[in-house]
């Protein structure tokens, strides 16, 4: 139950425009995170639906953005419990991207994609946010309820990890 | 190298297959739309003080302005330079008499019942209300000093604490009396209690002239301490016990 | 949506108001019937967070109150029996200070102020002090401001309580477009008053739940309580004395009395279709001193 208390200034023209500003986002950061777009974007719907649920009545709404995370990075850990949840590592699996782009650029994508999935859960989460969704560091703290400074020494390790990987190198 | 690998996670994560259902924002925007009468509330303190402000009676305002303006008046047109402080000690308790009777408003006119089950309830009520009238009266105390500094050659810090002093301890008194008395009469006793507070400072002046020696200063630091311990207790108490008061409503 | 009592007590000094009161309410219209002093008041206003159980609990869709706090009272609206108002309000302030309280932003205080009050019909009385209206004009501002917030649970405390028939038709009327998707909770001494809107009727008697159910669950378990009887003017004393009579009429052929009675009163005492009033008097009559009393087919 969050206790925040902040001023949020909305009213349903605004819920329509929170929708169209963020649905694509949230659909990105749940298919980072379950890697299969139809239960991706079912994990969106619901994550919107919730957020208007909760809307109807809502006092502290705090900043939408935060709030729809919370909700769709909780909806993702439940999903990922179910026993029905079969981790779709592989990026090949959604083979109509995969035509669209050059060889070697897949390859390179797969390697670095290998490489972050080798990484710790903790730092895999904060890279996600940052650089998949452009948050910035305090917002990923309020997501996350970490400090700033977690934050921040997570990117910078995982970060250090992936030059050691040689990534960066072309 | 840094700044590369960052590019190129940004990139990693661009790639993302499109969604399967493309209809699916239009959906839900469908559904947000859906419900109707949807309230925008605010829900901090502040804000909620601020609108208060608008609801204290505003016999409460014009009693205070009155109040200076007469004092003013009274000051500079009657008092010899040196007497200048005689008259801010009585008056002080009249001005914290003014404000007390809205801290009881909600009891009195039988609206507690109502205020209580609402989203800022009854508690915050009296919280934003002692807030406004807490700084009325500083505000006035404050103009009542200068009023008095303007006139009188007393040290500015004697000033403050024949000013603050009195009002605090009719403060405390009123408070004290409120919490523990719950009927239409708590008007009354505090209005007597405020009265004679202000009858004794008025008297003091010329009866223990002593009270006002620097000397006495320590005294008056101590009265101060001990007054508004006192008051922030009082203060908690009837906080804590909104709700309780209504424990003595009976069937009929 | 769910509220669920769950053997609520209330227990004032040497008093039990509430007596293990336990209920489930879902969406419509819930009538609580009792005499004064069996406790609903103090039901309600365990309901409403005004007092705090001595024992039970409250849950709203499986939450306690006590947890939820704010966010129950946001969805809450109360229109308690006897409340007063500043006096220097006027109608438009009133509900513009209610909507304060409940954490409305100023510019949709304004509009649901204007709505509601539209709605009640005290439209061209907003401007005037509330100490120049009715009895009538007061309880319908009362409900206006308790459905300020769009509460999901509406408890409202005798409203018809002092209005006159006309009056009451038009509350009843109010509360049925109102009770749309919401849990309402009324209580009355008035029989009339609820027959007809409530989904479920609740009998409280001394803090007990005695009895729950449709109109018509209820109506059939007061089947052969009611009888028709004509007697002579000189035993209806007796009549009086034995039997609660809910309806006593001067005939040219002799008293016409409706007498409820679990066995027959006379031998050429025929049985009539029993209603709520009459299961009201029964369960009640003890209370209400209706053995003696002369009544005209209502209780008030």
């Known amino acids: ?52 649920q909760n809307f109807v009545n809502y006092v502290d709404m ?9 909700i769709a990075r909780n909806l993702c850990i439940n999903w990922k419990r179910k026993p029905s949840y079969i981790p ?19 390859i390179d994508k797969m390697y670095l994609h290998d490489a972050v999935s080798s990484l710790p859960l903790s730092q895999q989460e904060v890279l996600l946010l940052r650089y998949g969704q452009d948050l910035r560091v305090g917002e990923i703290a309020t997501i996350l309820n970490i400090s700033r400074f977690t934050v921040m020494y997570r990117l910078k390790c995982a970060i250090n990890k992936l030059n050691k990987m040689k990534i960066g190198e072309d | 190298m840094k700044r590369n690998i960052q590019k190129k996670l940004v990139e990693m ?71 200048g402080f005689l008259l801010l000690v009585p008056i002080t308790p009249i001005v914290v008499l003014i404000g007390t009777s809205e801290l009881s408003r909600s009891f009195r006119y039988r609206m507690a019942e109502m205020e209580i089950p609402t989203h800022f ?47 605090l301890v009719t403060a405390y008194g009123c408070l004290w009396i409120m919490n523990r008395c719950n009927n239409s009469y708590s008007q009354y006793y505090t209005a007597t209690y405020s009265i004679a507070l202000s009858v004794v400072g008025g008297m003091s002046v010329n009866l223990w002239p002593v009270w006002y020696n620097t000397s006495a200063h320590g005294i008056w630091l101590l009265v101060f301490c001990l007054a508004l311990v006192g008051f922030y207790s009082e203060v908690r108490k009837m906080l804590n016990n909104c709700s309780r ?8 | ?112 102020t204007d709505e509601l009050l539209h709605l009640v019909g005290l439209s061209d009385v907003a401007t005037q002090k509330i100490r120049s209206f009715s009895g009538g004009m007061k309880q319908r501002l009362g409900v206006a401001q308790a459905v300020l917030n769009g509460p999901k649970i509406l408890i409202l405390d005798e409203p018809t309580a002092g209005l006159d028939p006309k009056e009451r038709i038009r509350f009843r009327n109010l509360i049925s477009d109102l009770a749309k998707d919401k849990i309402v909770l009324l209580s009355t001494h008035i029989v009339s008053d609820i027959e007809c809107i409530a989904d479920q009727i609740i009998m409280m008697k001394k803090g007990k739940l005695i009895l729950s159910g449709t109109t018509a669950d209820l109506t059939e378990q007061a089947n052969g309580l009611a009888w028709n009887l004509i007697v002579n003017p000189n035993e209806l004393e007796q009549y009086e004395a034995r039997y609660c009579i809910s309806n006593l009429h001067h005939t040219s052929m002799g008293v016409e009395l409706r007498i409820v009675s679990e066995e ?16 009201f008097l029964f369960h009640f009559s003890d209370e209400l001193g209706q053995t003696s009393g002369k009544t005209s087919g209502g209780i008030q």
């Not at chain 1, 705090?62 to 919370?70: R, S, V």
């Not at chain 2, 500083?138 to 004697?158: R, S």
């Not at chain 2, 008061?245 to 009929?252: P, Q």
């Not at chain 3, 027959?264 to 009459?278: C, F, L, R, S």
Request: glycine residues 4%; contains cysteine; negative net charge.
């Open chain 2, 121 to 167: 309830s009854l508690r915050q009520v009296l919280l934003a209300r002692l807030i406004i009238i807490v700084a009325a009266d500083l505000f006035t105390l404050t103009c009542l000093m200068i009023i008095t500094a303007l006139k009188a050659y007393t040290a500015i810090n004697a000033l403050i604490l024949y000013g603050i002093v009195p009002c």
């Open chain 3, 1 to 112: 949506m769910e509220l669920i009592l769950d053997r609520l007590t209330k227990q004032f000094k040497n008093k039990i108001a509430v007596d293990r009161f336990s209920y489930t309410m879902k969406a419509g219209v819930y009538g609580l019937l009792g005499a004064n002093g069996a406790g609903k008041t103090t039901l309600m206003r365990m309901i409403c967070t005004v007092l705090s159980p001595t024992d039970g609990d409250i849950l709203f869709d499986g939450h306690s109150i006590n947890v939820l706090n704010e966010r129950y009272c946001d969805i809450l609206g109360y229109l308690p029996q006897d409340f007063g108002y500043y006096p220097d309000f006027s109608a438009r302030d009133f509900m513009l200070y209610m909507a304060s309280l409940k954490g409305i932003k100023n510019r949709a205080a304004h509009k649901r």
């Open chain 1, 62 to 70: 705090g900043k939408p953005k935060a709030l729809l995370y919370t």
């Open chain 3, 264 to 279: 027959k009163p006379a031998q050429n005492a025929q049985p009539i279709t029993a209603n709520i009033e009459d299961l």
């Open chain 1, 1 to 52: 139950m969050a206790d925040k208390i902040n001023q949020s200034e909305c009213e349903t023209d605004d819920m329509e425009e929170i929708i169209r500003e963020y649905y694509d986002d949230i659909y990105k950061y749940c298919y980072w995170k379950i890697k299969n777009s139809t239960d991706a974007q079912d994990i969106t719907q619901e994550t919107f639906l919730r957020f208007i």
């Open chain 1, 88 to 106: 779709l590592e592989n990026i090949e699996n959604d083979s109509s991207f995969i035509i669209s782009n050059e060889l070697d650029t897949v």
């Open chain 2, 245 to 252: 008061k209504l424990e003595c409503f009976n069937e009929i």
């Open chain 2, 13 to 83: 994560y661009q790639s993302v297959p499109p969604m399967p259902d493309a209809e699916g924002m239009t959906s839900i925007i469908k559904e947000a739309k859906s419900i109707k009468g949807v309230i925008p509330k605010e829900s901090s303190l502040f804000w909620f003080v601020k609108t208060q402000i608008r609801f204290i009676d505003i016999k409460v305002w014009i009693f205070q302005i009155l109040l200076l303006c007469m004092y003013a008046l009274f000051v500079c047109a009657t008092l010899q330079n040196t007497e």
